[in-house]
Each structure stands twice: as C-alpha cells, then as structure tokens.
C-alpha cells in the first residue's frame, strides 16, 4: 500500500538552514498580504465608523498599522535569524519548561481565530450562493471553507507560500474592483463629513490601541513564516510593507462599508456582499470571492502556527498528524456561529492580555540581553541547559508576564482607559523584565565579586 503521506508537510521545530530556506520578498511580501486582508480585520474597521468620523478612522488605521509593525518585524526577525518558529523562541526567554504554557495557550488561541473566521467566510459565501441562485446554507459553507483550509495547511509551509502567492494577488485586483465601486456607486463626499457617533465610548487614541492590537495578535506566529526568509532585509521589508498595505485595505474596507451602510439606512455592516449584492449581485459574488480569499489564505496560517505552537511542546510528533487533528477540531467549532461573533471584542481584548506580555519579553531578552542571539540547535534541545534558568523555568520573566497581563486585564475589563491597554502593557512589561533581568545580572556580578575576594583572601593568608 503506498504512503498517502508522502507529499504531506515535513515541517519541524528544527533550525531553517539558510540553503533551505524559500521566501523571497514577493513571497513574504504575498504572505503578509493574504494573513492581514482577513475578515476578522475588515470587521474591526467597522468598529472604527460611526465611532469615529471617517478621515480620522483612516488616519488612526494607517498610523497604529505603521507603529504596530515595527515590533511585529523586530519579532520576525529573530525567527529569520535564527531559523526557529516562534514557540520555540520563547524557550530562550522563559527556559526550556517554562515555554510549554505559552505554547498551550497559543495553539488553544489560534484554533479560536479559526472558528471565528470561518463562520464570517461561510456568511459571505452564502449571501453570494445566495444572490445567485437562491440557494442558502451557512453550515454547509463554514464547513467547505475549513475543509479547503485543512486541505492546504497539511502540505507545510510550502503549501502555504504557494498559495499566498496566487491568493494575494487575485485579493488586491479584487479589493480594487470592490473599492473602485464603492467609491463610485454611493456619495463619498457624504462619508467624508458624516458625523461621528454622539457619546461613542471609542475616542481616537482607544482606536490607535485595537489597530496596533491587531499587529499583536500576530507576533506570537510571526517566525513560524519568516525563518523561510532568505535574508534579514528581505523577512523585515517585505513584512512591514505587506502588513501595512493589508490592514489597510482591510481596516479601510471595513469602516468605508460601515459607513456607506448607515448612509442607504441598512443595519450596519462590515461586509461588502450586504451592501453591494443589493444592486449589484455579480460584484457581490466578486466582494464575497474577496472575503472567502481573505479567509482561506488567514486560517490557513492560524492552522499552521497551532500546529507548530503543538509541535513546541510535542517535538518527536509527524506534522500532519496535529495539523488533521486541530483542523478537524476547527471545524466543529465555527459552527457555534454567532457567540463567536459576540465575544469577538473580548476575544481581541484577551489575546492583549495573554500575549502583549509575552512579546514583550522575549524582544527585550533578545534583544537587550541576550544581545541578538539564541543558539538555535541548543535551545531547541536543550542538551547543556543554556536556557534552563531554575528548573527549566526562568522566574523572571514569569513575573514580568504576570505583571504584565494583570496589568492588561485590570485596564482592559474592569477599568478602561481612554488610551487603551494595549501599547501601555507592552511598555510595563517590557520595563518590568528589564529590571528583573539588570538586577539579576549585577546580583551575580556581586555573588562573583564575592567568591573572588574570599579566594584572595585565603590566599593571602
């Protein structure tokens, strides 16, 4: 009987060499593109209007996308350097044992973005199914888009960036078809001077924090992809200008439907079908092609990294195993349809607090003390315990997370602030590791100083 695995992923927690590595800067570029023009991000551009009035909403997503970045690139750029997913990262931060928790608790969160994407995919196809034939049947699509999901995923990274390529490019011709509508069938200078919500509790600087959040919820996958990355300026450049093109075309699609939405009296929306199906149900079916790529080329991604984050804790596993598994799992779960968009707020809102905590951690030991380098075959075995700390756990950056995502929680559900949480806990934590880490080393300066002055002064005597 032959292998029907054999053509499957092989992907595993080991270092990337640089001679297998597969990215160049269309590729990373293409990537970055399909993970951020995504569903989830549209609709959290409808968040933004009537909150906000529209030149402003455009202004804060193009301003917290291009500061939100910068730590997302800082981030993937220790997975280009040092060939590791981003799981595997962690351990040099947190020690060899004290990663599993991060890990754990990523692949739970990322087969819940699964879930939630899907069901907003299988909406948009059905209202396009719909528009067409009149045949409607909204299990039946979140199913098909999961399948088609779990179908690539399983193929590796390979699969993945093959696929990114293809669906990038048809999601920018298609986004512009979409917007070049838009702008043209419904009164833009009326979204223009629309008036922003009365007593909105979202003021400019809480929808700066949710845009730069959205960069956050990235970080914890980031060096899954860009350890593919042939060179450090390829990783970093094609990451920063794809993720800065996709949230803007995505946050921006999301606050203009919202707009033109209210204005034509409809219930408000983040969905292009909805609002262009209406008059026009060929370039419905394009607007939900758009959202049904944006989807697949997304949890494709989500899948992957779970995947991996499982892999972190589960080395000696074969890949499709997990990725099967966890995408069946996926499956199931974006059936449970409209709770998933209810808590999709909060959702956002504890990812803050789980991971900005994290992310902070592991980029001010990289790059502050451990001065730009994880040995990758050792911290991946752990044979001489570099990153073993106390009891493969280090005791301080457990503090600082700990700090870090009370902090988050404090200010994020029971009292908010009129900044946000987000921007305010990376800085906490970030501060609160450093100090932990500074007084450990000059601790053990100490402990040394003193070692050598009792030696000298046996000596002497």
């Given at each position: 009987?032959?292998?029907?695995?054999?053509?499957?992923?092989?992907?595993?927690?080991?270092?990337v060499?640089?001679?297998?590595?597969?990215?160049g800067?269309?590729?990373?570029?293409?990537?970055?593109?399909?993970?951020?023009?995504?569903?989830?991000?549209?609709?959290?551009?409808?968040l933004?209007?009537?909150?906000?009035?529209?030149?402003?909403?455009?202004?804060?997503?193009?301003?917290?996308?291009?500061?939100?970045?910068?730590?997302?690139?800082?981030?993937?750029?220790?997975?280009?350097?040092?060939?590791l997913?981003?799981?595997?990262?962690?351990?040099?931060?947190?020690g060899?044992?004290?990663?599993?928790?991060?890990?754990?608790?990523?692949?739970?969160?990322?087969?819940?973005?699964?879930?939630?994407?899907?069901?907003?995919a299988?909406?948009?196809?059905?209202?396009?199914v719909?528009?067409l034939?009149?045949?409607?049947?909204?299990?039946?699509?979140?199913v098909?888009?999961?399948?088609?999901?779990?179908?690539?995923?399983?193929?590796?990274?390979?699969?993945?960036?093959?696929?990114?390529?293809?669906?990038?490019?048809?999601?920018?011709?298609?986004?512009?078809?979409?917007?070049?509508?838009?702008?043209?069938?419904?009164?833009?200078?009326?979204?223009?001077?629309?008036?922003?919500?009365?007593?909105?509790?979202?003021?400019?600087?809480?929808?700066?924090?949710?845009?730069?959040?959205?960069a956050?919820?990235?970080?914890?996958t980031?060096?899954?992809?860009?350890r593919?990355?042939?060179?450090?300026?390829?990783?970093?450049?094609?990451?920063?200008?794809?993720?800065?093109?996709?949230?803007?075309?995505?946050?921006?699609?999301?606050?203009?439907?919202?707009?033109?939405?209210?204005?034509?009296?409809?219930?408000q929306?983040?969905d292009?079908?909805?609002?262009?199906?209406?008059?026009?149900?060929?370039?419905?079916?394009?607007?939900?092609?758009?959202?049904?790529?944006?989807?697949?080329?997304?949890?494709?991604?989500?899948?992957?990294?779970?995947?991996?984050?499982?892999?972190?804790?589960?080395?000696?596993h074969?890949?499709?195993?997990?990725?099967?598994v966890m995408?069946?799992?996926?499956?199931?779960?974006?059936?449970l349809?409209?709770?998933?968009?209810?808590?999709?707020?909060?959702?956002?809102?504890?990812?803050?607090?789980?991971?900005?905590?994290?992310?902070?951690?592991?980029?001010?030991?990289?790059?502050?003390?451990?001065?730009?380098?994880?040995d990758?075959?050792?911290?991946?075995?752990?044979?001489?315990?570099?990153?073993?700390?106390?009891?493969?756990?280090?005791?301080?950056?457990?503090?600082?997370y700990?700090?870090?995502?009370?902090?988050?929680?404090?200010?994020?559900?029971?009292?908010?602030?009129?900044?946000?949480?987000?921007?305010?806990?990376?800085?906490?934590t970030?501060?609160?590791?450093?100090?932990?880490?500074?007084?450990?080393?000059q601790e053990?300066?100490?402990?040394?100083?003193?070692?050598?002055?009792?030696l000298q002064?046996?000596f002497?005597?």
């Amino acid at each position: 009987m032959s292998d029907f695995t054999k053509n499957f992923g092989r992907d595993s927690v080991q270092p990337v060499s640089m001679d297998g590595r597969s990215m160049g800067f269309f590729a990373t570029f293409s990537l970055w593109i399909g993970a951020n023009v995504v569903v989830t991000t549209v609709y959290t551009g409808m968040l933004l209007v009537p909150a906000l009035d529209y030149p402003t909403a455009i202004m804060v997503i193009l301003l917290g996308s291009l500061i939100g970045a910068v730590p997302l690139i800082l981030m993937g750029n220790i997975g280009t350097r040092t060939g590791l997913p981003t799981m595997i990262v962690t351990k040099g931060a947190f020690g060899d044992r004290g990663a599993v928790l991060p890990s754990a608790v990523n692949a739970i969160i990322l087969i819940g973005w699964t879930w939630i994407q899907a069901y907003m995919a299988g909406l948009s196809l059905d209202h396009a199914v719909t528009y067409l034939t009149g045949y409607s049947n909204i299990n039946l699509f979140t199913v098909v888009t999961e399948i088609a999901v779990v179908a690539i995923t399983i193929y590796g990274h390979r699969g993945i960036e093959s696929t990114e390529k293809v669906v990038a490019t048809l999601m920018i011709l298609l986004s512009v078809i979409v917007f070049g509508y838009l702008f043209t069938a419904f009164d833009f200078g009326k979204l223009i001077h629309m008036a922003a919500e009365k007593n909105s509790n979202m003021t400019a600087m809480v929808a700066f924090d949710i845009v730069v959040a959205t960069a956050f919820s990235w970080m914890p996958t980031v060096c899954d992809y860009n350890r593919n990355c042939v060179s450090e300026k390829t990783g970093m450049m094609g990451t920063y200008l794809g993720y800065n093109l996709a949230t803007l075309i995505a946050m921006g699609l999301g606050a203009t439907v919202s707009g033109f939405s209210l204005m034509e009296n409809m219930t408000q929306t983040y969905d292009p079908v909805d609002l262009i199906g209406r008059s026009h149900p060929v370039l419905g079916f394009v607007a939900a092609i758009v959202i049904f790529l944006s989807v697949l080329s997304t949890n494709v991604m989500a899948l992957y990294s779970a995947t991996m984050s499982y892999l972190a804790i589960f080395p000696r596993h074969r890949f499709w195993v997990p990725a099967l598994v966890m995408g069946i799992i996926s499956i199931v779960g974006a059936l449970l349809k409209s709770w998933l968009l209810e808590h999709f707020q909060n959702f956002l809102l504890m990812i803050g607090t789980l991971f900005i905590p994290v992310v902070a951690i592991v980029l001010v030991d990289y790059y502050l003390f451990k001065r730009m380098h994880y040995d990758g075959e050792e911290i991946v075995t752990g044979q001489n315990k570099t990153y073993w700390y106390f009891r493969g756990v280090n005791p301080r950056a457990y503090a600082a997370y700990v700090a870090g995502a009370v902090f988050a929680y404090c200010f994020s559900y029971i009292h908010t602030l009129p900044t946000g949480a987000t921007i305010l806990t990376f800085i906490i934590t970030a501060l609160v590791y450093g100090a932990l880490m500074k007084f450990s080393v000059q601790e053990r300066r100490l402990s040394g100083m003193t070692k050598a002055n009792n030696l000298q002064g046996r000596f002497s005597r």
